[in-house]
């Protein structure tokens, strides 16, 4: 039986990054060496990480002026890195899920930190327009995708201070215009490469401007003049990354992926939408096209074990929802084939059939 891998992160890969990533663990580019075995300085490794960077440029379409780094510590490191870098009083944050109110929490240590504004009365299930945000903050902090609460700010939104964005689950989903954002970070486990690194795209000109010291480990001068190799990067994450880049290149870019995206959101909200059993938890307008959140209607919410034995049997993988809101939720990140968002829909209205 074919399995599905809807998981929330750690989550689904090309076919392609899998199978490439396995034969450099057991052969590096023919060299006779693993890939967990050479020097990160070693030229073999010094190619790979180019082509990552410069792929991850090309593809976003990345202006001149900014750097893109690979780091350890995923995206929980950024949520101290950017207040420590870009931080000197005051800085803005919209508060979307759980992954945002951790950024803005860790904020809070290093300086005056405004809540515009804030979806948790109503469980993160939209997100809020009707904000202002001091013309005096450092920078304003958004989270693009919340992965728990299946929610998404998919326009680049215009801000009067610079941007900086948690888009851990939904890089590389879309086009995106950069030069709308001061600073872009992410863990790279859900749309990019197995766990261990984190990407981070930042304006030069936004550092050297806080007034504190910083440890030479955090600050992001040290790893834009070092190439991201102060240290040993997480070299085979990053080789993980580039093939996956070599993927979404292939398949057309990221005008390409996000129509494909589009259409798999759609199948499975349609379906969604027009089921007697089911209902999605975020509002439509809102709606994310990486993880689709739904449960049963009220009135047969006793059914939701037997659905979710009933998929897994059917092949169905980390369909169960997050604990905080309960229900199901489907992430169909980029490498979800459309086929696989049609295996789903099927499995739920053969459900709704015999139920
Ligand atoms: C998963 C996730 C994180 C946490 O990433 P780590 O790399 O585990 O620190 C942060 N933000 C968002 C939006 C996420 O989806």
Redo the contacts with the bound molecule.
Sequence with gaps: MKIYNFS??PSILPQSTIENTAEAVKNFNGIGLSILEISHRSKEFQAVIDEAVSLFKELLEIPQGYSVLFLG?????QFCMVPYNLMEKKAAYLNTGT?AS?ALKEAKLFGEVVEVASSKESLFNYIPKDYTVPADADYFHI?T???IYGTEIRKDIDSPVPLVA?M??DIFSRPVDVSKYGLIY??A??NLAP?GV?FVVVKEDLLGKVTRPIPTMLDYRTHIKEGSMFNTPPVLPIYSAMETLRWLKGLGGLAAMEKINIEKAALLYDAIDSSRLFVGTAKEEDRSIMNVCFVMKEEYKELEAEFLKFATERGMSGIKGHRSIGGFRASIYNAMPKSGVQALVDCMKEFERTH
């Design positions: 929330a992160g510590g995923g995206a929980s490191m992954w951790k989270t995708n919340n992965t948690d851990s689950s992410g863990g486990q859900k766990a984190a």
